[in-house]
């Protein structure tokens, strides 16, 4: 059974083909610069050369027949017809309340996530975009909807509700929700293999640490808290939103600028975070590079987003009482040692002990591996995250009526045996290109 996945954002498209049967990535890739001048396709299908490709899609539906035609080219494929493809699985960032677990996608819940559309209108909107544009092109097979916000359901009332006039809540819907779901799900199950504990067991702090990042804490294997709001403008900073700030700024500025909101909305969701500090850069790389050269703004950028992570930690500790280990994933969780020892520095008395040599070993998307000290009372992990394959497992069990929320539902990946053959298949070129990193790999097969 083959399950394509499909992550729309504003002006990307991310995708993946899942052959189930054979539990393997048939192809993954993403389309860039969707309703843009200059879009691209990036495809990589199993065994094939990578294949690029520029090609206008004025919208999603133009990229997602981009990708098909890129799935089902003869040299670089993964398969021969669409009609290999038996379900289509799709992001939604945000469920509200009303959406609190994966759904078939019927007409009645494309109206309830245009109901909700205002309460992300950067990510829902193109969200929706992609499921009716693959349901036009893939219309006879069923379509399911897998929320970012879902996983947070179970944080208490004291965690996500605001101090603010509760008819707010009651009546708008003002909480917050939290993101990143998937990818704190996919982690969370895996630092439990890590631990020899069943989820409902472990305690954890997770940093999903990207270009969108936000930092969740985890209390017998459910969300308790988590960083990111009503929006995912709160909490961390990020490539280009201000995580958090005093709420008073926002009307300073306007007064003195005569800004409008919407103006203000975008200064503080696309020019603020790592961009705004800098003035220049918004991936890390290139903050890194700079601060080596002495740039004293990207030096900067490096302290405030590391000391902001080091203040949640610090807060979700008490809060969870016994932390376990605390978890680095995405982008710049996996691959960045510098955020990484930034973050974590002077944590010693709170029993976090992060060995140097091998945080600096740990760059790899296709391993687990250890880089806390062996006598550290809490472990420090980085575990790449896999939200296509939460996806693609809620997809396949909507379908077999096996699904259950989370707290009811046994993933494979929860399995000490599970392996994700093709991050194994890669993990030889990385092991020779970063010394010492065979010596800090988690549940090796």
Known sequence: MVIMTLNCGSSSVKYQIYDWDNKTRLASGVVERVTQK????????????????????????????????????????????????????????????????????????????????????????????????????????????????AWHQTMPASSYIYALPYEWYTKYGVRRYGFHGTSFLYTSRRAAVLLGKKPSEANLIIAHIGNGASINAVKNGCSYDTSMGLTPLEGLVMGTRSGDIDPAIPFYMMNQTGMSPAEM????????????????????????????????????????????????????????????????????????????????????????????????????????????????????FVIPTDEEMVMTEDTYALLNNTYDVHTNFTYSFESPDYVNKDRLEKLPKDLKKWQGLDKIILNKK
């Open 38 to 149: 200059g879009s691209a396709i990036e495809h990589e299908a199993k065994g094939k050369p990578e294949y690029k490709k520029e090609h206008d899609c004025p919208d999603h539906k133009e990229a997602i027949k981009l990708i098909m035609e890129a799935i089902l080219d003869p040299e670089y494929g993964a398969i021969k017809d669409p009609s290999e493809i038996k379900a289509v699985g799709h992001r939604v960032v945000h469920g509200g309340e009303k959406f609190a677990s994966s759904v078939i996608i019927t007409d009645e819940v494309i109206k309830g996530f245009k109901e909700i559309a205002h309460l992300a209108p950067l990510h829902n909107p193109a969200n929706i975009q992609g499921i009716e544009a693959a349901k036009d092109i893939l219309p006879d097979v069923p379509h399911c909807a897998i929320m970012d916000t």
């Open 265 to 380: 909305e975008t200064a503080l969701n696309k020019k603020s975070g790592v961009l705004g500090i800098t003035s220049k850069w918004v991936d890390r790389r290139d903050v890194e590079i700079a601060a080596e050269k002495g740039d004293q703004q990207a030096i900067l950028c490096q302290k405030i987003e590391a000391y902001r992570i080091r203040k949640y930690v610090g807060a979700y500790m008490a809060a969870l009482g016994r932390v376990d280990a605390i978890v680095f994933t995405a982008g710049v969780g996996e691959k960045g040692p510098i955020t990484r020892q930034m973050a974590l520095e002077g944590l010693e008395n709170l029993g976090i002990k992060l060995d140097p040599e091998r945080n600096k070993a740990s760059m790899t998307r296709n391993a687990e591996t250890i880089i806390s000290t062996d006598d550290s009372p809490v472990k420090v």
